[in-house]
């Protein structure tokens, strides 16, 4: 079992910065991606942002694309969301979510971003809230 807690979260104005953190309970290394997703009330839980822990390669949604950056730690066991030019529809709660699948690459299914179905592993979340 691999438990996933993020930090970071928060009230900002629009425009402003938050740096959303999940720590892992596992190496990050036994994993073969993790992400970010956020749901708003009422509405769908959202792909937002995932990496390849091996590699690096990042994928993302069009609604975050030059704005948001997911990073990794490997020796922290630790995935960042490096978040920028937040809009007041960004606001929602922010999950992070690892998937153990080796050998598995999405390809074309995540050309708009994550899908939440490929994940197993989920984090409580983190509320993030942006003023206009």
């Known amino acids: 079992q691999v438990q996933l807690v993020e930090s970071g979260g928060g009230s900002v104005q629009a425009g402003g910065s938050l740096r959303l953190s999940c720590a892992a309970s596992?190496?990050?290394?036994?994993?073969?991606?993790m992400g970010w997703f956020r749901q708003a009330p009422g509405k769908e839980r959202e792909g937002v942002a995932a990496?390849?822990?091996?590699?690096?390669?990042?994928y993302y949604a069009d609604s975050v694309k030059g704005r948001f950056t997911i990073s990794r730690d490997n020796a922290a066991n630790t995935v960042y969301l490096q978040m920028n030019s937040l809009k007041p529809e960004d606001t929602a709660m922010y999950y992070c979510?690892?998937?153990?699948?080796?050998?598995?690459?999405?390809?074309?299914?995540?050309?708009?971003?994550?899908?939440?179905?490929?994940?197993?592993?989920w984090g409580q979340g983190t509320q993030v809230t942006v003023s206009s």
């Open positions: 596992a190496y990050t290394y036994s994993m073969n991606f």
């Open positions: 990496i390849y822990i091996g590699a690096g390669s990042t």
């Open positions: 979510a690892a998937l153990r699948r080796p050998g598995w690459f999405p390809g074309a299914r995540w050309v708009d971003g994550p899908k939440a179905a490929d994940f197993r592993y």
